[in-house]
């Protein structure tokens, strides 16, 4: 069969989204022909294109090989012939083979489901993009891995913080479930070509089984939710209510907090300590790094009350990603000195994360300590 090498460079370079290493599977290495279909699978998702070329059985054909000789020949149209476990590919000046492997097990028999269309496919992927950052990268976590949709709020936790999006702005579905961050950065890297978002429901689990995207080139791309209990993070957040006290920060705040965390880049996470106080409407920020020393810095706060005052300790990264994700140039930073909870929040999105002892705590703790 005679295609468009441009255009299969093209279409095949999108389903290389979806190859993951061969050392896991060799199948997820691999373009999979199957029923006038090009399909790829990394075992989270999948992604599959329309084709005329169409083996007599389902055939696996490596795909960054593949690819690669695709790219690098000359003519615009080539010729593609599937011989046995030989998959042809002819120029004008070039006859090459690659080796390929026939699909032997039958295929799984799917469930019937209904659908459900998301409408307002920028707001969702918006929702779920800002949750990506705090998803959890520890395994062992399983659910909490991925960015978890309720019926309330888009939310995700990687135990250290907490950041919620509510989506009733976007959708009106009542369904739960947690998707995996390598599917919705898929997503977001062809948001501009998505012609249409369905989450896909089980006839008889009432349960999302796949989301599945259409690109404007009907190339489509489908995962499943990640399957495990997702922990109640709601029941972290101040209730209403909550003494809290309400910090206006300015642009310069913003860029102090950003020198110091690039000041304990080196160190470990649960290492990166920023103390923080508030006396009227100076700021103190202070970091220590074991290696290169410390750092202080004070800064003019637009605070009226003269009587205001307040002293935390927190992972300054945890603020510099709040701030970077956070939509808006007016986020609202709340301490809650009760529950040592900082929460920094705009129109529809909240990241909560804890704080810990002070300076002038920890010295005091310790002191007691050496006493007793």
Known sequence: MLVNRNEWVVRLTKLMSAVGPGTIAGAFSCFLFEGGRISTNNGTFHMETCTSLVPEKDTYVPAAPFLKLLTSLPDEEVELIFEGDLLHVKTKSLNGKLNVAVREEPKEKVEATTEHVISNIKDYLSGMSFCMPAASQDVTTAAMCGVRCTEELVLSSNRFKIFTWAKDNYTSQKFQYTLPVTLIEVLNKFKGEIKSLVLNIGNKTKEVITLTAQLDDATLIEGAPIVGKYEDLKKYFPPE????????????????????????????????????????????????????????????????????????????????????????????????????????????????????????????????????
Not at 300 to 325: Q, Y
């Open 241 to 372: 209510g909550a003494k809290h006290i309400d910090i206006p920060i300015n642009q310069e705040f913003i860029q102090s907090v950003s020198r110091l965390t690039v000041f304990l880049s080196n160190l470990l996470s649960a290492n990166k300590e920023m103390f923080v106080t508030v006396t009227g409407d100076r700021c103190e920020l202070s970091v220590h790094n074991p290696d290169y020393g410390r750092i202080v810095e004070e800064i003019f706060l637009p605070i009226p009350d003269e009587t205001f005052e307040c002293s935390f300790c927190v992972n300054p990264t945890l603020i510099t990603d709040a701030l970077d994700t956070l939509p808006g140039d007016s986020p609202q930073v709340s301490y809650y000195s009760d529950l040592h909870l900082l929460v920094i929040k705009s129109d529809q999105s909240n990241c909560c994360m804890p704080t810990r002892l002070t300076l002038e705590k920890k010295e005091t703790k310790e002191e007691t300590n050496d006493k007793q």
